[in-house]
């Protein structure tokens, strides 16, 4: 099992490029996240999909855009990238069973710069 | 009022002492508790659960959950260099999803 995979690991952008961010997992969880970490602030939640066809607001959803597009698979997307996004991103996953005392298992994480 | 709130520290404990970090949170439907250690460059690695009042022990590592305060702390004892790290809290607010909200994060510092 490799977990969670995101790709890229690090990318620079130009503002106003645009960029997906991928992230898949292969445990079968029914509940995937995007998180941005910025020095000193911990992880806020940008978006989180609690299962294969519906998506949610996070803390901080201004700027992204997400598609689950099946189980395994939830990806970001940067329209127009601002250097306020320069940050670093980690995707994680959760079984996301009501009856199940879940673990939040992370990404490697994508270090992107916008410039 | 920030969902999640820690102490940013850093905190400073000598090797071979008790290191406690406190975690509050605003909402009283949350149900879930979480503690994760992240090291400079690495991924939130979970340490500790914990779900009902009281203390939860794993080796070296306390968890305490107080739902009536908000409150939910770790100890770890008999602190060990490689302790050094940030030590992030998470609250599990389900309702019909698991929406998960992390603190900020203390920095901890083991001193030899």
Known sequence: ?115 | QKEVEQNSGPLSVPEGAIASLNCTYSDRGSQSFFWYRQYSGKSPELIMSIYSNGDKEDGRFTAQLNKASQYVSLLIRDSQPSDSATYLCAVNRYSSASKIIFGSGTRLSIRP
Not at chain 1, 69 to 80: A, D, G, Y
Request: proline fraction near 4%.
């Open chain 1, 1 to 115: 099992n490799a977990g969670v995979t995101q790709t890229p690991k690090f990318q620079v952008l130009k503002t106003g490029q645009s960029m997906t961010l991928q992230c898949a997992q292969d445990m079968n969880h029914n509940s995937m996240y995007w998180y941005r970490q910025d020095p000193g602030m911990g992880l806020r939640l940008i978006y989180y999909s609690a299962s294969e066809g519906t998506t949610d607001k996070g803390e901080v959803p201004n700027g992204y855009n997400v598609s689950r597009l099946n189980k395994r698979e939830f990806s970001l997307r940067l329209e127009s990238a601002a250097p306020s996004q320069t940050s670093v991103y980690f995707c994680a996953s959760i079984k996301g069973d009501i009856e199940s005392t879940d673990t939040q298992y992370f990404g490697p994480g994508t270090r992107l710069t916008v410039l």
